[in-house]
């Protein structure tokens, strides 16, 4: 969740991390960065609230 509890992030299959509003359960903006396939295992709010950071594998992270 984000640090105002208003939007979640979520990762999918497709390789994309997706921004939804909790309120009203809409997408609000989706990132795609990568032209493979990677499932990513975590994603969050970075502690300031200004990034995403993604988790694909055991030591990779994408940045947005």
Known sequence: FS???KHVVSGGKDS???IWNVASGKQELELK???HE???A???FSPCGK???AR???AAVRIW
């Open 38 to 40: 990677w499932v990513y």
């Open 42 to 44: 975590s994603v969050t």
């Open 3 to 5: 640090l105002d509890g």
């Open 16 to 18: 994309a991390v997706r």
């Open 51 to 53: 990034r995403i950071l």
């Open 33 to 35: 960065g990568h032209k």
């Open 56 to 58: 694909y594998d055991e």
